[in-house]
């Protein structure tokens, strides 16, 4: 157990829906990072936040967005969803230092019908 | 521009054997850190061990180790004694942190397949 939370762990849902993907990170950690791993692909970088604050953007579509919340916990809000976002979504956490381990929640699948 | 390559895209092993998967960076930062994830067929990310940029003995973590060489810019993960278990998709990362910036970023992976 990593001590990252995610949720849900599966999701199904309809192209132009919209779902909310939730993150608790580990006790202590401050820094917030979102992947998108699709099929037999490698981890795209979302989009990182350090207390609240965004820090970092990567490859976000303009119909992606993520906050982080006063308790450290984060969402990430996918939009007018479209076949291609099927994927699985990482959360990972971590304490702001490069020595410091990334550790990664379980991940939610989601499938877009 | 940060990058992570990893050049074997799949490697097949037989068990009980050591395994050397490749991985090089290209920064030109001074501080960094190494990392070295598996993934199971399961999907989750399993840490496995770290390399600072600054350390100057190579990491070790029970039957994984790391073979960190600095001026070829490369971390090749060694597992010894392979199990089965072993079979997995393989992800060396990069972490630098650079002001506010702080960035993690993926070689493409190597899948490795363990043979009985």
């Known amino acids: 157990d990593s001590g990252v939370t995610q949720t849900p762990k599966h999701l199904i849902t309809a192209t132009g829906q919209r779902v909310t993907l939730r993150c608790s990170p580990r006790?202590?950690?401050?820094?917030v990072y979102w992947y998108q791993q699709s099929l037999d692909q490698g981890l795209q970088f979302l989009i990182q936040?350090?207390?609240?604050?965004?820090?970092a953007k990567g490859n976000i579509l303009e119909r992606f967005s993520a906050q982080q919340f006063p308790d450290l916990h984060s969402e990430l809000n996918l939009s007018s969803l479209e076949l291609g976002d099927s994927a699985l979504y990482f959360c990972?956490?971590?304490?702001?230092?490069?020595?410091?381990?990334?550790?990664f929640g379980e991940g939610s699948w989601l499938t877009v019908v | 521009a940060q990058k992570i390559t990893q050049t074997q895209p799949g490697m097949f092993v037989q068990e009980k054997e050591a395994v050397t998967l490749d991985c090089t960076y290209d920064?030109?930062?001074?501080?960094?850190?190494l990392f070295w994830y598996k993934q199971p067929s399961s999907g989750e990310m399993i840490f496995l061990i770290y390399?600072?940029?600054?350390?100057?003995q190579n990491a070790t973590e029970g039957r994984y180790s790391l073979n960190f060489q600095k001026a070829r810019k490369s971390a090749n993960l060694v597992i010894s004694a392979s199990q089965l278990g072993d079979s997995a998709m393989y992800f060396c990362?990069?972490?630098?942190?650079?002001?506010?910036?702080?960035?993690?970023?993926f070689g493409k992976g190597t899948r490795l397949h363990i043979l009985p």
């Open positions: 390399q600072g940029s600054y350390d100057e």
């Open positions: 990972a956490s971590s304490h702001r230092s490069v020595g410091n381990t990334i550790y």
């Open positions: 936040y350090y207390n609240g604050e965004e820090r």
């Open positions: 920064t030109s930062d001074q501080s960094y850190g």
């Open positions: 990362a990069m972490r630098r942190l650079q002001n506010r910036d702080d960035k993690i970023i």
């Open positions: 006790s202590g950690d401050l820094s």
